[in-house]
């Protein structure tokens, strides 16, 4: 993945890539974000701002959905005529953050602090964000006069493997090491990559080219950045990161000497990893609504007279599992019409996510008597014995001109969870484990049918652990764990996480003892893939050769054939003789030569 495209008018370099398994798909970029939108038309959108001069207050909030816009149909088709799928990439991670450019302001580039973003197969959500005075100024700005623009900013990263290239590559390690120049901070892959493309090429190379098949490589940037892919595997590990956007550093590993030679096999997939950037502008977002439309979507409260009836905008996360959360009360208690305090309580399901009620506000007070509680049960824990009910708990919320409340407000964790079709193509179900050490939290199945939930689970002091568990059969059979660690909220399952992406190495050599029964040997060895090396064996010499896996269900496997010259017990040899295919699956084959007198 990632390489250059094939020559398909329509798409322009980098906004697809081809697939490293079927020939006629491409994996495409997003053309950029648009506003999702319910089933009758209605944007999955809420903004609350508010100014209550009787309570000295300003802020406001914000929930947002975006859904990934894929290249425009005409373009669609045009593949399609030209025997081309595209498909949507697959994204690993996603943060979006606010940026405002709004005329009369001092900072007119104010950017907010980035925050995660929730993924899901098509869909991008900022679930809560908290504005200041400021933030709303510029909104008010924006909306009054429609100049400037105030804009999402989003940043998603998404992972694939490189297109290989037939070559083995080699180098003198000491050359290597003074041509990277590692660090104490170690090297970014960028530095690493820009160091060997400055590497000399041709008679002056340090780098020894053989092609392994086809036509005749040129030592060029492709070749180059596969290179540096390979090196970076082999020779560097990562650096450690607490903060997960932060760029990774590399350090020379210390079990690799800075002297001696080695070897890297370009024909081989390697993993990188880019990342994508896209805005959504709210100021053309506000330019196809009508006033009434622009009144509902952005509500304002600046001043409220005695007795009058504010509309208070209540916010709840999207994406609430009934298989998980059994339901959520909200209890909002404000002053009624006579001033007498009533209660009103909202059930989820089936409020939806963003909900206007009226509320009164008092005569001679400097309050708006509002309060809200929130309370939630949870699902039984599949499996566990009795099975029943988890509630957690009434809990107190912040009020304003809005009501928002989180998962965590309500004492329970989330996980949204979805999985690309692709994945079902490769696996029949997905198990996902949520769990603090040996306390099993929640669990669920994903399967085609059904290839999203949103866990739920009560809140723990420490963060739990998430595991992903494939399985090729829907009873039993091979499964693969495809995902393990520390749960951050949100996780998009794409195919490629089913893709073998290391060798297995194995170690081949000659049996000592029936060793000099050959004047010759060489032996050939296949993946269950189809690619296949050889090399010639001496004594007391171990070859590496690394074998691709058919799939991450399947244990090793591979067949080796064997070549050599019988040795007589006088010395005079005989003809070449050729054996047949053999299966092996150990990671040391140790070849045991026939007897002389077995030889034809």
Known sequence: MFSNLPDLAPIRPGEGFPDHEELRVLHVLPGGLTAAREADGTPRFALSRFRDTAIEAAGGMMHLELDFATLDPALLGAAAVDGWVLRLVGFTAARARLRSHVPG??????????????????????????????????????????????????????EGLEQPIPVLAGADLDALFALLRPQAEGLTFDQIEAMVLSAPTGAGSLFRLERLEGEIVTDGPALRHLLALAIRDDVFTAQSNVDAWAEVRYHWRDDVPA?????????????????????????????????????????????????????????????????????????????????????????????????????????????????????????????AVPSLPRPLGRRSLDVGSAVAWT????????????????????????????AVESELLCLAVLMREAPE????????????TLRVVALRDAVDGPAVTIHSGVVEGALLLRPDMLDVLEPDLVLVSLDPVTAGNAAYVAVTLRDPTGRQRSFSLELAETVEWRCWAASRFDRLAYEYRLQHIPRMPDGTTRPLVTGDWLPAGETVLQIVLPPVEDAP
């Not at 980035?114 to 899901?120: D, E, F, T």
């Not at 089936?350 to 009620?357: E, I, K, L, S, Y």
């Open 259 to 383: 002297d001696g030679r080695r070897a890297w096999d370009l024909s081989v997939y390697r993993r990188s990893g880019r990342s994508w950037h896209a805005r959504w502008s709210l100021r053309n977002f506000l330019s196809g609504l009508d006033p009434s439309e622009r009144a509902e979507l952005f509500p304002a409260f600046s001043g409220i007279a005695p007795f009058a009836v504010v509309p208070v905008t209540l916010i709840a996360p999207v994406g609430l599992d009934t298989r998980f959360v059994r339901h959520v009360q909200v209890d909002v208690l404000a002053s009624g019409p006579g001033g007498v305090p009533q209660q009103s309580s909202f059930l989820y399901p089936p409020t939806p996510a963003f909900h206007r009620f009226p509320v009164t506000y008092p005569a001679l007070t400097g309050d708006l008597n509002l309060s809200a509680h929130v309370a939630a049960t949870l699902a039984p824990l599949e499996g």
């Open 105 to 158: 302001f001092p900072d007119v580039n104010l950017q907010d602090a980035w925050r995660p973003a929730r993924l899901s197969s098509r869909t991008l959500a900022v679930e809560k964000h908290l504005f200041d005075v400021r933030t709303v100024q510029m909104l008010d700005a924006l909306l009054s006069s429609d100049a400037g623009d105030i804009e999402v900013e989003v940043e998603a990263r998404y």
């Open 453 to 464: 939930a949103g866990l739920a689970w009560p809140a723990q002091p420490v963060k739990p």
């Open 407 to 434: 998962a965590e407000d309500a004492g329970f964790e989330t996980l949204a969870i979805s999985a690309m079709p692709g994945l079902f193509e490769r696996a029949s179900r997905i198990e996902v484990s949520v």
